[in-house]
């Protein structure tokens, strides 16, 4: 029997429909909107309808193969992938002006990307026809980096295979990285909760958010009746999320399933961002990296640097049982040395399940409502 269970939440509790959503339309602002890159070739709006949605996320994920792939590298935070597809797309588009700007591109490429060199670059980009293909993006990566390389870190080497120009700019740690984060949590908060989330107005003002639209992966009724078995068997149950705090627990809240989880047990992407500005050189610290399943094992008290040193003993990885949709949720549970349900409920769905057989994951489950039964 197990002492804990930590749930992912995306792709386990939530759908993770939304948040691709999000992550699609702050790549198409930082593309098209004039306050970033301001490529002509669509009319940007801060208020997109439904269907325009449906068709930015279509066109520019290639109907969802670029998340696909950056998923079966471990990316499992919305942040990172916002953050890869840009800038990759960025690379492509300086490739483009590179004949005519050699000398601007290598300083911008070689230095932190900056609001202002986002500028600098859109200055260059006036009265060029500029071809943003997106689907350039799995050609670069469908043979990816090596093991022991994080694909982030990648993007240096697509920058000097596509540029020819050596940088150690694209990284986790970066002032780009952390315009993507801010500008992505923009369109998922909306204007009003923007300032509790990042402390500042929006810079692009005029999002509704997609807080309010949150979609369970099955009827919350559902969810309550499992959790509340689990509870009642005396086994602590928690959460380990690449989302921020806000974005769980008022979702969560408002679907009354807040309860059922112990508070100390409640990692988010808050805590690992925390981890990493304390300790920079730790970085990447988010899924794969097993942190936040550690510090919901420990509680969330713990010291975080107590957290990202601590290794769980055989006896004690027999004791939890992480739930999550994404391989990323695998990698960091092996890494732990703990047991892992694989819920069949993420992007891919069923056809998950030949890539967890493959992984041996030790239980495989059509939705989270079975996890009792494999008590």
């Keep these: 029997m197990f002492d804990l269970i930590l749930f992912d ?20 602002e930082m593309l098209y909107s004039g306050k970033y890159l301001g490529i002509p070739n669509e009319d940007f709006s801060p208020d997109p309808a439904e269907q325009e949605i449906i068709r930015i996320r279509k066109e520019l994920f290639i109907n969802d193969q670029v998340l696909s792939l950056m998923k079966s590298y471990g990316i499992n935070a919305n942040w990172d992938m916002v953050y890869l597809s840009f800038s990759h797309q960025l690379i492509v588009i300086l490739q483009q002006i590179l004949p005519g700007h050699r000398v601007e591109i290598e300083k911008m490429i070689t230095q932190e990307i900056t609001r202002e060199s986002i500028q600098k670059i859109s200055s260059l980009l006036v009265n060029k026809k500029i071809q943003v293909d997106y689907g350039s993006f799995i050609e670069d990566f469908s043979s990816g980096p090596n093991k022991d390389q994080s694909i982030l870190y990648y993007l240096n080497d697509v920058a000097e295979k596509r540029l020819g120009i050596k940088t150690t700019v694209f990284s986790p740690s ?49 969810i309550a009746e499992t959790l509340g078995a689990l509870r009642e068997k005396g086994i602590k149950l928690g959460i380990g999320t690449g989302r921020p705090t806000i974005e769980t627990i008022i979702p969560l809240r408002e679907m009354g399933l807040l309860p059922y989880f112990d508070p100390e047990r409640i990692i988010t992407a808050t805590h690992v961002l925390e981890a990493e500005n304390r300790f920079p050189e730790r970085i990447p610290l988010a899924k794969p990296h097993p942190f936040c399943y550690i510090k919901g094992w420990l509680g969330a008290g713990h010291d975080d640097r107590d957290v990202i040193d601590y290794q769980l003993n055989a006896s ?51 939705d989270m409502t079975e996890i009792p039964s494999i008590l």
């Design 9 to 28: 939440v995306d792709g386990v509790l939530l759908s993770e429909e939304r948040y691709f959503d999000a992550s699609a339309l702050t790549v198409w």
């Design 174 to 222: 970066s002032t780009l990285w952390e315009i993507c984060q801010e500008t992505f949590q923009e369109w998922y908060l909306g204007d009003q909760l923007v300032p509790e989330s990042i402390g500042r107005e929006a810079y692009q003002s005029g999002k509704k958010g997609f807080l309010s639209n949150e979609i369970p992966i099955v009827a919350p009724a559902q």
């Design 316 to 366: 004690d990885g027999k004791k939890l049982l992480i739930v999550g949709d994404s391989v990323a949720d695998y990698l960091a549970a092996k890494e732990i040395g703990c047991c892992f349900a694989a819920t069949l409920t993420g992007l891919t769905g069923q056809e998950a399940r030949a890539k967890f057989e493959e992984l041996q994951a030790d239980f495989i489950v059509n």
